[in-house]
């Protein structure tokens, strides 16, 4: 089935530093990818849609500035969070789907912490 | 805008009891609704999808969601509980998924 490889699982970083989180499909091409932040003991929030090859879609709310999504292949989407403060601090997850048949394949989740 | 309201944030049933987590989806459109679990410190597995063919969708792990367009739910059951089935559960609506709010299942032996 389909796969979604995302990396690191955990990080820590400094206040002020940036971390990339990536998020890869193995086994099919990613036509599009999502990704969602989820709060302890909360529900997923979608960020932003990324699409290959094109600038990502904000959801409302969403610092882009802070948020960098970049989608260069059909496999592989980045985000990276700049100039991270506690508060950036959550659990992170992507999500991909190569089209059709409304299937949404998720990662296993980057745990950011910034002290 | 679509949404779901999942009854309940934590459901708790005994060791082979029926299961059953409440969903509840508001939408203008045809839904398309999901039913994901998490483990903790882990991604989403999808159990089942509803995408306007049966309205009775059987997934995974023995769940099953039923899908009542005129109470506009869409509620997960399984027969009977097992211990592996602790976890988070989300209902979710709409493409790409707006999830609800979740429900944890917890099972007592």
């Known amino acids: 089935g389909a796969v979604v490889s995302q990396h690191p699982s955990r990080v820590i970083c400094k206040s002020g530093t940036s971390v990339k989180i990536e998020c890869r499909s193995l086994d099919f091409q990613a036509t599009t990818m999502f990704w969602y932040r989820q709060f302890p003991k909360q529900s997923l929030m979608l960020m932003a849609t990324s699409n290959e090859g094109s600038k990502a879609t904000y959801e409302q709310g969403v610092e882009k500035d802070k948020f960098l999504i970049n989608h260069a292949s059909l496999t592989l989407s980045t985000l990276t969070v700049t100039s991270a403060h506690p508060e950036d601090s959550s659990f992170y997850i992507c999500?991909?789907?190569?089209?059709?048949?409304?299937?949404?394949?998720f990662g296993s989740g980057t745990r950011l912490t910034v002290v | 805008a679509q949404s779901v309201t999942q009854l309940g944030s934590h459901v708790s049933v005994s060791e082979g009891a029926l299961v059953l987590l409440r969903c509840n989806y508001s939408?203008?459109?045809?839904?398309?609704l999901f039913w994901y679990v998490q483990y903790p410190n882990q991604g989403l597995q999808l159990l089942l999808k509803?995408?306007?063919?049966?309205?009775l969708v059987k997934g995974i792990n023995g769940f099953e969601a039923e899908f009542k367009k005129s109470e506009t739910s869409f509620h997960l059951t399984k027969p009977s509980a097992h211990m592996s089935d602790a976890a988070e559960y989300f209902c979710?609506?709409?493409?790409?998924?707006?999830f609800g709010k979740g429900t944890r299942l917890s099972v007592i032996a």
């Open positions: 509803y995408t306007s063919a049966a309205t």
């Open positions: 979710a609506v709409s493409s790409p998924p707006v």
């Open positions: 939408s203008s459109v045809p839904p398309y």
């Open positions: 999500s991909a789907t190569g089209g059709g048949d409304y299937g949404y394949t």
